[in-house]
């Protein structure tokens, strides 16, 4: 019996070879995000995102609120990185406002965003050893979070949210006892991160698992436009903070790690790497932080100019921009947030299609792609 | 019930009645069958019923419950009796060395497993279920399991899927029947008994596939078929490194045979690749990590275990522990000499203590090993395991064609 | 209050950009601000997939990093903004350049720059499902972000009002 096209239903054939499975929302593997992958035998041979299962309207609830009022609904999108979330939106509020931030605010901006480029890294190589296989490297990572925690906590407030970076500057000043706090919590990873390397990524079987799967060749991570680690592994030197240096990014002396390999273990390595120079560009802050206020003057009801803003930065995942286009009123008229985890959810069908089953837990953790940023 | 209109309904409703008899005789049948008929023969014929010259008292069926029979200058007499004593098979099958005894030390092993991979990761383990640092973890588990409800889904096939954890069981529980575990201590006796242990290891890969097959669940059924790669993958390297150990010890099959042998050297030095060869498909047989491709639980929720509940999963995962303890004593008995050792410390205790060193280094490799993968893994199974048992297959033959051994 | 960003003066990299862009596309385009590190030109639908092919080959912006839609009902238009990025361009990865384009709210219908830029696929999708925008050429224009049984207008508009809200908020 077949079902005719006018009563509306979406039917599909069924292949006695194909198997469509669902790595759904309620999914130990799959975060808050579904896809769907089609598999013959070992292999995949369609994968389908389908995103939105935790859209909640953040773009549109920004028109109703002021540039202030809507910092605590944006930044907790991006859970693991909160700081960077807002990073660019306080800077197209302060463009449209027209003020410019004291220089010690972006010194404690740049320490905010560094400390949360280390904690969203350490969570993604936590999660990359469960769905490996691996618990160990899952309990490591989550208890040297807590250091990083609570550097945030000193100076934020706040464990995991601070709303710290918002129009005008920063929230509050540096405590005195974050620097030797802080030392003593880069000395001792630093010597952490050794072992990481040395227990974790150099394991024959680590290797097996990460080496050679999932290749994204550097013509199509450009033209696919992805970002961040992924298209830091596909042989591109590309990192905002370089290409256009925002807040005292220019005077700091780090490097962008990238290999040509393209494959899963380069984007781990570039994780690791990154992680030990965000500790050193810390360290360069907080010995050439100036002093002075670290807050503009700004009434909560500021109104802007008329015109539109684009911001970008490099949050911990990859390239982070807002658009912000204003009418002159206390609200923003629209906010349209660009995340790295939408962008670089393109690669996520381009790598499964012709891949093991396996392999599928690695490339997809292995793109960083964080469900509740993409849907905002 | 659904109404018979053909044939095939018909044999479909004579199969399921057959299947029903076939769980039902075993359980229920057997076990009277055994106290009101064997009991008493073997009871009047002092438990040597093949040497039997007396006639034999079927009687004793009736009165064997009878406390007039009981001597009083001797009342552990009327336990040995009535078959419950400490030499009867009952007890041996039963308590020590068989069931009992072994799931006892499974459950201990099962929280020794739980601290000794929280010590590695910077964690403290169970702490709280017992006075001294949560040592009654896993009982505490245990009582928890038997409180939850038993869940059948409803397209499964509730036959099969209840058939399992009483399959796995007697399997496992079969697997220790043959293993002595010192001099005077064992449940069977028999020429054959390594060939026994490895052919009951070739159950296991049906029963778990009939698991993933009757849960009706598509992540259960590509979790019972990986299993089904891995473990037969695995059993012809087992096999073929076994079979050094049989050349080096001059042939025999017998379990106590092979201890025996080892008195001057322990096979674990002529036949080094064949131990390293048991060991590592002895962890993929048990579905250790990093061989536990088949629960995955970051792709297939649980695998072939995801539909079961409670004391269900609870009786399945104790049989699989079971497996690994019998595993290790036979890795023990084969390459470690069994319980020879100096001394002042009995037999028995050096068998234990040698099977719980072997249980350590299966678990340890749990806290620094991904995953691998399946076709790294049947790969590895099929092209080196083979190749490195077989060339110790050769040695073991030189060796012994020499006059060395 | 801090003094206004200093910085009018362009660098030589934009005045490049906008000399290109007048001589090989000229009357087609509108420059509608050129401010460091960021310009704006507006075309017609029509010139789209041109102008943005010229920039993509001509002018080495070979990334599309963001899909704006923004209702106007003052003007009864739908303004789309691609917003275009380099990566192997010599000194442009710090410039952005904005090709914006207006459709009529009752048609809001404009060509897609999928094959231009393969990455504006989940971009164009998303845009479409919110303000009620076709995408001409876009292979897959279903259901991305909303859920599966919303059956109101699309949310962006500003005709949409957040339920629970007064009136006038």
Same mark, same amino acid.
């Given at each position: 019996m077949s079902i005719p096209a006018e009563a509306g239903l979406y039917t599909q054939a069924v292949d006695d070879d194909k198997l469509t499975v669902s790595i759904g929302p309620q999914h130990p593997g799959a975060g808050h995000f579904r896809f769907t992958i089609t598999v013959e035998g070992d292999t995949i041979v369609d994968a389908v995102p389908d995103p939105?299962?935790?859209?909640?309207?953040a773009e549109k609830q920004?028109?109703?609120?002021?540039y202030l009022q809507s910092i605590p609904m944006l930044e907790r999108s991006s859970l693991t990185d909160v700081t960077n979330i807002i990073m660019p939106y306080s800077m197209a509020a302060e463009e449209l406002m027209g003020i410019e931030i004291p220089p010690r605010a972006k010194y404690l901006r740049m320490i905010m965003s560094e400390n949360q480029r280390i904690l969203s890294h350490l969570y993604w190589m936590a999660i990359q050893g469960i769905f490996l296989g691996h618990s160990t490297s899952f309990m490591w990572p989550m208890g040297d979070r807590e250091m990083f925690i609570d550097l945030g906590q000193i100076l934020?407030?706040?464990?995991?949210?601070?709303?710290?970076?918002i129009p005008g500057g920063v929230r509050n000043d540096l405590p005195e006892e974050f620097k030797g706090r802080a030392i003593k919590t880069f000395n001792h990873f630093e010597r952490r991160l050794v072992d990481y390397e040395r227990i974790?990524?150099?394991?024959p079987l680590f290797l097996k698992r990460t080496q050679g799967v999932g290749v994204l060749p550097r013509k199509e991570a450009i033209s696919l436009g992805v970002v961040g680690q992924t298209l830091r592994a596909s042989n591109v030197k590309s990192d905002v903070r370089i290409d256009?240096?925002?807040?005292?990014?220019?005077?700091m002396d780090f490097e962008v790690p990238s290999f040509d390999t393209c494959d899963t273990w380069a984007r781990c390595m570039v994780h690791l790497i990154e992680m030990r120079q965000s500790m050193k560009i810390m360290r360069q802050c907080l010995d050439k932080m100036p002093s002075g206020p670290v807050r503009a003057k700004l009434s909560p009801q500021q109104r802007t100019i008329v015109g539109e803003a684009y911001t970008r930065i490099e949050a911990a995942r990859g390239a982070m921009s807002f658009h912000i286009i204003s009418?002159?009123?206390?609200?923003?008229y629209r906010v349209k947030i660009s995340v790295p985890s939408m962008r670089n959810l393109i690669a996520l069908p381009r790598l499964l299609i012709g891949s093991h089953v396996a392999d599928m837990p690695a490339i997809y953790w292995s793109l960083d792609y964080w469900p509740v940023e993409a849907d905002k | 019930m659904a109404a018979i209109t053909n044939f095939e309904d018909f044999a479909k409703r004579i199969l399921k009645i057959v299947f029903w008899l076939l769980i039902i005789l075993p359980m229920v049948i057997l076990p009277l069958f055994y106290i009101f008929y064997v009991l008493p023969i073997e009871i009047s014929c002092n438990f040597n019923v093949l040497n039997c010259s007396q006639k034999i008292d079927w009687s004793l069926a009736l009165?064997?419950?009878?406390?007039?029979?009981?001597?009083p200058l001797d009342p552990t007499s009327y336990i040995s009796q009535l078959g419950l004593?400490?030499?009867?098979p009952l007890f041996k099958v039963s308590t020590f060395p068989g069931l009992t005894f072994a799931a006892l030390l499974s459950s201990m092993v099962i929280w020794y497993e739980r601290k000794l991979l929280a010590k590695m990761q910077y964690r403290v383990g169970p702490?709280?279920?017992?006075?001294?640092? *949560?040592? #009654?973890q896993s009982f505490a588990d245990l009582f928890k399991l038997l409180f939850k409800e038993i869940v059948i889904p409803a397209k499964a096939d509730a036959l099969f899927f209840i058939s399992v954890p009483f399959a796995l069981m007697a399997a496992s529980g079969a697997l220790l029947a043959?293993?002595?575990?010192?001099?005077?201590?064992?449940?069977a006796l028999s020429p054959y008994s390594l060939l026994i242990a490895i052919a009951i290891l070739g159950f296991f890969p049906i029963i778990t596939v009939l698991a993933g097959w009757a849960s009706s669940n598509k992540f259960s059924f590509i979790g019972g078929i990986r299993a089904l790669y891995q473990m037969i993958s695995y059993e012809i390297p087992l096999i073929i490194s076994v079979l050094s150990v049989v050349i080096l010890a001059g *042939?025999? #099959?017998d379990l106590m045979g092979i201890v025996n042998a080892q008195?001057?050297?322990?096979?674990i030095i002529p036949a080094l690749l064949a131990a390293i060869v048991f060991y590592l498909t002895a962890m993929a047989e048990v579905e250790?990590?990093?061989?536990d491709i088949p629960e995955a639980d970051s792709e297939l929720?649980?695998?072939?275990?995801?539909e079961y509940t409670s004391m269900v999963f609870g009786v399945i995962n104790l049989a699989i522990y079971i497996k690994l303890y019998a595993l290790s004593s036979l890795f023990t008995l084969l390459?470690?000499?069994?319980?020879?050792?100096?001394?002042?410390?009995p037999a028995l205790a050096w068998f234990l203590i040698k099977t719980l060193i072997v249980m350590t280094i299966f678990i340890i490799p749990r806290g620094f090993n991904p995953r691998v993968r399946l076709d790294q893994l049947i790969g590895l199974g099929w092209l080196w395991l083979i190749g490195l048992s077989f060339a110790n297959v050769f040695i073991a033959v030189i060796l012994r064609a020499s006059g060395l051994l | 209050m801090s003094a206004p960003p200093a910085k009018t003066e362009l660098r030589q990299e934009e005045k490049a950009i906008l000399e290109a862009l007048s001589s090989k596309l000229g009357s087609r385009i509108t420059v509608a601000y050129s401010k460091p590190n960021r310009i704006k030109i507006i075309v017609s639908p029509i010139d789209l997939i041109e102008v943005a092919t010229c920039a993509r080959d001509?002018?080495?912006?070979?990334?599309?990093a963001n899909v704006t839609g923004t209702d106007f009902p003052k003007d009864k238009q739908i303004e789309v903004t691609y917003h275009l990025g380099s990566i192997e361009g010599a000194g442009l990865r710090r410039i952005i350049l904005a090709i914006a384009c207006r459709v009529p709210s009752a048609t809001p219908e404009l060509p897609s720059l999928i094959e231009v830029y393969p990455s504006v696929n989940y971009h164009e999708r998303e845009q479409a499902e919110m303000l009620g925008l076709v995408f001409k050429g876009h292979p897959n224009l279903s259901?991305?972000?909303?859920?599966?049984d919303w059956n109101d207008i699309?949310?962006?508009?500003?005709a949409y009002r957040l339920p629970g809200r007064l009136e006038g908020e």
């Amino acid at each position: 019996m077949s079902i005719p096209a006018e009563a509306g239903l979406y039917t599909q054939a069924v292949d006695d070879d194909k198997l469509t499975v669902s790595i759904g929302p309620q999914h130990p593997g799959a975060g808050h995000f579904r896809f769907t992958i089609t598999v013959e035998g070992d292999t995949i041979v369609d994968a389908v995102p389908d995103p939105g299962y935790v859209h909640r309207g953040a773009e549109k609830q920004t028109e109703y609120r002021n540039y202030l009022q809507s910092i605590p609904m944006l930044e907790r999108s991006s859970l693991t990185d909160v700081t960077n979330i807002i990073m660019p939106y306080s800077m197209a509020a302060e463009e449209l406002m027209g003020i410019e931030i004291p220089p010690r605010a972006k010194y404690l901006r740049m320490i905010m965003s560094e400390n949360q480029r280390i904690l969203s890294h350490l969570y993604w190589m936590a999660i990359q050893g469960i769905f490996l296989g691996h618990s160990t490297s899952f309990m490591w990572p989550m208890g040297d979070r807590e250091m990083f925690i609570d550097l945030g906590q000193i100076l934020g407030g706040a464990r995991v949210t601070y709303s710290f970076a918002i129009p005008g500057g920063v929230r509050n000043d540096l405590p005195e006892e974050f620097k030797g706090r802080a030392i003593k919590t880069f000395n001792h990873f630093e010597r952490r991160l050794v072992d990481y390397e040395r227990i974790f990524y150099n394991n024959p079987l680590f290797l097996k698992r990460t080496q050679g799967v999932g290749v994204l060749p550097r013509k199509e991570a450009i033209s696919l436009g992805v970002v961040g680690q992924t298209l830091r592994a596909s042989n591109v030197k590309s990192d905002v903070r370089i290409d256009e240096p925002y807040n005292f990014y220019k005077e700091m002396d780090f490097e962008v790690p990238s290999f040509d390999t393209c494959d899963t273990w380069a984007r781990c390595m570039v994780h690791l790497i990154e992680m030990r120079q965000s500790m050193k560009i810390m360290r360069q802050c907080l010995d050439k932080m100036p002093s002075g206020p670290v807050r503009a003057k700004l009434s909560p009801q500021q109104r802007t100019i008329v015109g539109e803003a684009y911001t970008r930065i490099e949050a911990a995942r990859g390239a982070m921009s807002f658009h912000i286009i204003s009418d002159g009123s206390t609200k923003p008229y629209r906010v349209k947030i660009s995340v790295p985890s939408m962008r670089n959810l393109i690669a996520l069908p381009r790598l499964l299609i012709g891949s093991h089953v396996a392999d599928m837990p690695a490339i997809y953790w292995s793109l960083d792609y964080w469900p509740v940023e993409a849907d905002k | 019930m659904a109404a018979i209109t053909n044939f095939e309904d018909f044999a479909k409703r004579i199969l399921k009645i057959v299947f029903w008899l076939l769980i039902i005789l075993p359980m229920v049948i057997l076990p009277l069958f055994y106290i009101f008929y064997v009991l008493p023969i073997e009871i009047s014929c002092n438990f040597n019923v093949l040497n039997c010259s007396q006639k034999i008292d079927w009687s004793l069926a009736l009165y064997m419950f009878d406390p007039t029979k009981m001597n009083p200058l001797d009342p552990t007499s009327y336990i040995s009796q009535l078959g419950l004593g400490a030499t009867s098979p009952l007890f041996k099958v039963s308590t020590f060395p068989g069931l009992t005894f072994a799931a006892l030390l499974s459950s201990m092993v099962i929280w020794y497993e739980r601290k000794l991979l929280a010590k590695m990761q910077y964690r403290v383990g169970p702490l709280y279920a017992g006075r001294i640092e *949560g040592i #009654l973890q896993s009982f505490a588990d245990l009582f928890k399991l038997l409180f939850k409800e038993i869940v059948i889904p409803a397209k499964a096939d509730a036959l099969f899927f209840i058939s399992v954890p009483f399959a796995l069981m007697a399997a496992s529980g079969a697997l220790l029947a043959v293993i002595p575990i010192s001099p005077t201590n064992y449940i069977a006796l028999s020429p054959y008994s390594l060939l026994i242990a490895i052919a009951i290891l070739g159950f296991f890969p049906i029963i778990t596939v009939l698991a993933g097959w009757a849960s009706s669940n598509k992540f259960s059924f590509i979790g019972g078929i990986r299993a089904l790669y891995q473990m037969i993958s695995y059993e012809i390297p087992l096999i073929i490194s076994v079979l050094s150990v049989v050349i080096l010890a001059g *042939g025999s #099959l017998d379990l106590m045979g092979i201890v025996n042998a080892q008195s001057k050297i322990w096979f674990i030095i002529p036949a080094l690749l064949a131990a390293i060869v048991f060991y590592l498909t002895a962890m993929a047989e048990v579905e250790r990590i990093p061989f536990d491709i088949p629960e995955a639980d970051s792709e297939l929720v649980a695998g072939w275990l995801t539909e079961y509940t409670s004391m269900v999963f609870g009786v399945i995962n104790l049989a699989i522990y079971i497996k690994l303890y019998a595993l290790s004593s036979l890795f023990t008995l084969l390459f470690l000499g069994g319980w020879q050792g100096p001394a002042p410390i009995p037999a028995l205790a050096w068998f234990l203590i040698k099977t719980l060193i072997v249980m350590t280094i299966f678990i340890i490799p749990r806290g620094f090993n991904p995953r691998v993968r399946l076709d790294q893994l049947i790969g590895l199974g099929w092209l080196w395991l083979i190749g490195l048992s077989f060339a110790n297959v050769f040695i073991a033959v030189i060796l012994r064609a020499s006059g060395l051994l | 209050m801090s003094a206004p960003p200093a910085k009018t003066e362009l660098r030589q990299e934009e005045k490049a950009i906008l000399e290109a862009l007048s001589s090989k596309l000229g009357s087609r385009i509108t420059v509608a601000y050129s401010k460091p590190n960021r310009i704006k030109i507006i075309v017609s639908p029509i010139d789209l997939i041109e102008v943005a092919t010229c920039a993509r080959d001509d002018l080495h912006f070979d990334q599309c990093a963001n899909v704006t839609g923004t209702d106007f009902p003052k003007d009864k238009q739908i303004e789309v903004t691609y917003h275009l990025g380099s990566i192997e361009g010599a000194g442009l990865r710090r410039i952005i350049l904005a090709i914006a384009c207006r459709v009529p709210s009752a048609t809001p219908e404009l060509p897609s720059l999928i094959e231009v830029y393969p990455s504006v696929n989940y971009h164009e999708r998303e845009q479409a499902e919110m303000l009620g925008l076709v995408f001409k050429g876009h292979p897959n224009l279903s259901r991305f972000l909303l859920p599966e049984d919303w059956n109101d207008i699309p949310p962006m508009l500003k005709a949409y009002r957040l339920p629970g809200r007064l009136e006038g908020e």
